[in-house]
């Protein structure tokens, strides 16, 4: 089963085509200090390593913004500037080179908006409209009395149409809440009213464990629901650990070609070798390999032969501490479990 991806509509930001029918790109941000370019760079580095599609970085100064300019020219994936309250900054960042300028108009005021769309228009680069439940429009909501899910879509569209009466196309849209129903309702209902690029998160979805988990369900329900083209997984953690969840999220829908599947079972009184460890090693092992694969580990002939059949690797307890290893179904040997991983390691290797 394939699921049909995101907006009709299509934009660029950098080389990185978003909508349309483009592959669903992953993004985080980062959190160091952006007028110190040495580290903002580093991180920039590990981000770009794990497969992360586009970085955002955010310009809270004048410096910020002109620092901008080195991390862009450094930066092997697109960048996009995160702009609050002084519409000075975008123009800045702009000026640096940004690829898209992230903002909210909520706080950015009227006569700066139409500043910044000039300016992204002359520098043919999009912009993307965040709009965030904790900074929903004052009048939007008086009207909802909070920032609830129509509050969210009415920002949206109205800060679309905005753009639109300035001639201006080039542009996705977000409406974050750290709240997951909310996040998901807002998205289902938006996605029915515009069709330009949806960029999806849960904001401030917490730390490592619950965030995962949040982001994954609100992310996970709408890409499968065909809505949205990019993502990012918002968590009080590292922005090494954003790009693997927004990863695994692509991957678990179907929606990453180039990585490796890993399907492991959860262990019983049955397991005959180490199902654990074997799994977590070969995890690690192909965290950075850009290849299609299945590979199964199960502990034992109950599901083991039949998962096998459908990985290209399959291993499975055969007996204790001893592992029959398959190519696409078919058995190559038998292997004390000590010699799994090097076996798996030369077989990945062949594909
Ligand atoms: S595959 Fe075998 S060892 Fe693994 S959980 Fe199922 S029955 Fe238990």
């Given at each position: 089963?394939?699921?049909?991806?995101?907006?009709?509509?299509q934009?660029?930001?950098?080389?990185?085509?978003i909508?349309g029918?483009a592959?669903?790109?992953?993004?985080?941000m980062?959190?160091?200090?952006?007028?110190?370019i040495?580290?903002?760079?580093?991180?920039?580095?590990?981000?770009?390593?794990?497969?992360c599609?586009?970085?955002?970085?955010s310009?809270?100064?004048k410096?910020?913004?002109?620092?901008?300019?080195?991390?862009?020219?450094?930066?092997?994936?697109?960048v996009?500037a995160?702009?609050?309250?002084?519409?000075?900054?975008a123009?800045?960042?702009?000026?640096?080179?940004?690829?898209?300028v992230?903002?909210?108009?909520?706080?950015?005021?009227?006569a700066?908006?139409?500043?910044?769309?000039?300016?992204a228009?002359?520098h043919?680069?999009?912009?993307?409209?965040?709009?965030?439940?904790?900074?929903?429009?004052?009048?939007?909501?008086?009207?909802?009395g909070?920032?609830?899910?129509?509050?969210?879509?009415?920002?949206?569209?109205?800060?679309?149409?905005?753009?639109?009466?300035?001639d201006?196309?080039?542009?996705?849209?977000?409406?974050?809440?750290?709240?997951?129903?909310t996040?998901?309702?807002?998205?289902?209902?938006?996605?029915?009213?515009?069709?330009y690029?949806?960029?999806?998160?849960?904001?401030?979805?917490?730390?490592?464990f619950?965030?995962?988990?949040?982001?994954s369900?609100?992310?996970?329900?709408?890409l499968?629901?065909?809505?949205?083209d990019?993502?990012?997984?918002?968590?009080?953690?590292s922005?090494e650990d954003?790009?693997?969840?927004?990863?695994?999220?692509?991957?678990?829908?179907?929606?990453l070609n180039?990585?490796?599947?890993i399907?492991?079972c959860p262990?019983?009184s049955r397991?005959?070798?180490n199902?654990?460890?074997?799994?977590?090693?070969?995890?690690k092992?192909?965290?950075d390999l850009?290849?299609n694969?299945?590979?199964?580990?199960?502990?034992?002939?109950?599901?083991?032969?039949?998962?096998?059949?459908?990985?290209?690797?399959?291993?499975f307890?055969?007996k204790?501490?001893?592992a029959?290893?398959?190519?696409?179904g078919?058995?190559?040997?038998?292997?004390?479990?000590s010699?799994?991983i090097r076996?798996?390691?030369?077989l990945?290797?062949?594909?």
């Amino acid at each position: 089963m394939r699921i049909t991806m995101g907006s009709k509509k299509q934009i660029n930001v950098g080389q990185v085509k978003i909508g349309g029918g483009a592959p669903i790109s992953v993004q985080t941000m980062t959190n160091t200090n952006t007028e110190d370019i040495k580290s903002t760079i580093e991180q920039i580095r590990k981000a770009e390593g794990l497969g992360c599609d586009i970085i955002r970085v955010s310009c809270p100064t004048k410096e910020a913004s002109l620092a901008l300019k080195e991390i862009i020219k450094q930066s092997k994936i697109p960048v996009i500037a995160d702009i609050h309250f002084n519409y000075k900054r975008a123009l800045e960042a702009i000026e640096s080179g940004a690829h898209c300028v992230r903002i909210n108009p909520g706080n950015i005021g009227e006569a700066g908006m139409k500043e910044i769309v000039k300016s992204a228009r002359d520098h043919n680069i999009p912009i993307r409209i965040g709009v965030n439940s904790g900074s929903v429009e004052k009048d939007i909501l008086n009207k909802f009395g909070e920032p609830n899910v129509d509050a969210l879509v009415e920002s949206a569209v109205l800060n679309s149409k905005k753009l639109e009466d300035l001639d201006f196309f080039n542009f996705k849209v977000s409406v974050k809440s750290s709240n997951v129903l909310t996040m998901i309702s807002a998205y289902r209902k938006l996605s029915k009213k515009i069709d330009y690029p949806l960029h999806l998160g849960v904001t401030e979805a917490g730390t490592l464990f619950p965030g995962t988990i949040k982001s994954s369900i609100g992310i996970g329900s709408l890409l499968a629901d065909g809505i949205g083209d990019t993502i990012r997984a918002s968590i009080s953690g590292s922005i090494e650990d954003e790009v693997k969840i927004g990863r695994q999220i692509l991957k678990s829908l179907g929606l990453l070609n180039n990585s490796v599947n890993i399907i492991s079972c959860p262990t019983c009184s049955r397991t005959l070798i180490n199902v654990i460890e074997i799994s977590n090693e070969l995890e690690k092992i192909c965290e950075d390999l850009r290849k299609n694969l299945n590979i199964s580990v199960l502990g034992c002939v109950v599901n083991g032969p039949g998962e096998a059949r459908e990985a290209e690797i399959g291993v499975f307890g055969f007996k204790p501490k001893v592992a029959t290893v398959c190519v696409r179904g078919s058995e190559i040997g038998i292997f004390d479990e000590s010699e799994v991983i090097r076996i798996v390691r030369n077989l990945i290797n062949e594909f």
